[in-house]
């Protein structure tokens, strides 16, 4: 499949969420197999992770890559036998994050001894219960830095200053990325350390905003773009029944971060900058100024954007603690689950299709769309 027609970019948006980002592993390799590569990719947290090994790797190596930072990172055992039941499952997804919490994750982060209440203000150790070393050299080991700098693909990872609690992207359009970058990306306070890029401290991007959709919406001047948006939190659950439930909704809501208020928003803009243009249109020529003149001149190639929205929906032996389940059984449906939705949505061949002019955001997603067409064939036949 190549790029659709009228398509300028095609950019891969990929939000943070811990172990659940296995799933966009699995969505990635479905486009990848259709023959559908990003030329941006822009994440947050293990969405940034994940983005890196995109970006900074040829198409041919990059599922395999990905797949040996999933299969690395999850490669410490839970249980002998496997269980299939959903209380086994319940119980297993429950042990594994208790391992997490305890030793840290192989080749991921390892826990500081004695630990953040026992070390001394300001020394290693103090400001979080894990050390991201591992991570470093696992992104050294899968990532290409010289060909994610050569802009063959743009990548961008969201980030926040710690001192000011200014949201920032770094931006391989504008910013020599190295592991730090990514790493400031996915340092989820207080279990990773603030990461030092250019003598400032940043945390991860996502207790501001865990998806990087703003950013590319941002940037899209004229260009007519095919986003695919692959998020793990989603904004919309069922109300919590105790307070494992209401954990898990408020992280969901927590770390949703509004997407679909975010997609709202430029629509509404992108229908104002249609009427200012037709406003501009009806004067003359000559009653504009320079500022008007290259105003209109902007406004006459506004950009088409179709948005295809995969979401993680949590399985039901999966709590609150699923973001740091890293466990290998839980990584493989992940990556499957990310692999099927990504093919289901590839099945829906006009979304691929660029709409014609004055359509402004058009989002699509398949479970929204599948739980409408249900809803309706209810109503029909009741």
């Not at 790797?57 to 299969?71: H, I, K, T």
């Not at 001047?221 to 029944?241: C, E, K, M, Y």
Request: charged fraction near 20%; charge should be negative; glycine fraction near 8%.
């Amino acid at each position: 499949m190549m790029k659709p027609e009228g398509c300028d970019r095609l950019a891969l948006v990929l939000q943070g969420g811990g172990a659940l980002g296995a799933y966009q592993g699995g969505a990635y390799q479905a486009l990848h197999e259709a023959g559908l590569e990003p030329d941006w990719v822009a994440g947050v947290s293990i969405g940034g992770i994940n983005g890196a090994i995109i970006a900074g790797n040829p198409p041919e190596l990059r599922v395999a890559r990905l797949r040996r930072f999933w299969e690395t990172i999850t490669e410490r055992p839970v249980w002998p036998v496997r269980p299939h039941d959903e209380f086994g499952r319940k119980l297993y997804s429950a042990w594994s994050s208790l391992l997490t919490t305890v030793f840290g994750q192989p080749n991921f982060f390892t826990p500081y001894q004695p630990g953040p209440w026992l070390t001394p203000p300001g020394a290693a150790g103090a400001t979080s219960f894990y050390d991201s070393a591992p991570l470093r050299a696992l992104l050294l080991e899968l990532v290409d830095f010289d060909r994610l700098n050569d802009r063959t693909i743009r990548y961008a990872a969201g980030s926040v200053q710690v001192q000011t609690g200014n949201f920032a992207y770094f931006d391989n359009a504008g910013t020599t990325i190295g592991p730090e970058h990514v790493m400031a990306s996915g340092a989820l306070p207080p279990a990773l350390p603030m990461v030092p890029v250019d003598g400032e401290l940043y945390w991860d991007g996502g207790i501001v905003s865990n998806t990087p959709l703003q950013h590319v919406l941002e940037h899209t001047v004229s260009q007519n773009t095919l986003i695919f948006q692959v998020d793990l939190f989603s904004a919309v659950g069922p109300v919590p029944r105790d307070m494992l439930d209401v954990l898990n909704r408020q992280k969901d809501i927590l770390y949703s971060s509004r997407t679909r208020l975010v997609t709202d928003v430029y629509q509404r803009m992108h229908e104002q900058n249609e009427l200012l243009h037709a406003l501009l249109e009806k004067l003359p020529e000559k009653a504009l100024n320079d500022r008007e003149r290259a105003l209109k001149r902007r406004l006459a190639h506004l950009p088409e954007i179709t948005i295809l929205h995969l979401i993680y929906r949590q399985a039901a032996y999966e709590g609150f603690a699923s973001d740091y389940d890293f466990s290998a059984t839980s990584m493989h449906a992940h990556w499957e689950n990310g692999y099927r939705d990504a093919r289901d949505t590839l099945r829906h061949e006009s979304w691929l299709k660029m709409q014609p002019g004055g359509h402004g955001i058009v989002t699509h997603d398949v479970h929204r769309e599948d739980a409408a067409s249900l809803e309706l064939a209810g109503k029909n036949d009741g």
